[in-house]
């Protein structure tokens, strides 16, 4: 069993950052896969991208590949997607999710593949 916590959503002008967290209870967090999906208003869920459970591989979605960088700290329980060059397209609730593997995330990327989830965080992008 894994819980999930996501921090660090907000309001951010187009082309700032922000950095999202996702703080992991239960002692198996290091063997799962860690995706982040978000979902924008009136949109369904989309894969963002996602981190092995050693941390490499990583792969993301094409509209966010160059601007997105997920990383992991398996001592802290905590995943983290850096998110550079906002653009308002990205204005969606993001949400962490634990997996068994990358390939859950990769080819159901509406999410449903995985296992457990966070409850989201906001982020905005104003143009």
């Not at 700032?16 to 967290?21: A, I, N, T």
Request: hydrophobic letters at 35%; proline letters at 3%; charged letters at 20%.
């Amino acid at each position: 069993q894994v819980q999930l916590v996501e921090s660090g959503g907000g309001l951010v002008q187009a082309g700032g950052s922000l950095r999202l967290s996702c703080a992991a209870s239960g002692r198996t967090f290091s063997s799962y896969a860690m995706g982040w999906f978000r979902q924008a208003p009136g949109k369904e869920r989309e894969f963002v991208g996602v981190i092995s459970w050693s941390g490499d591989p990583t792969y993301y979605a094409d509209s966010v590949k160059g601007r997105f960088t997920i990383s992991r700290d398996n001592a802290k329980n905590t995943v983290y997607l850096q998110m550079n060059s906002l653009k308002p397209e990205d204005t969606a609730v993001y949400y962490c999710a634990a997996g068994r593997t990358t390939a859950q995330a990769i080819y159901h990327p509406d999410g449903d593949g995985m296992d457990y989830w966070g409850k989201g965080t906001l982020v905005t992008v104003s143009s």
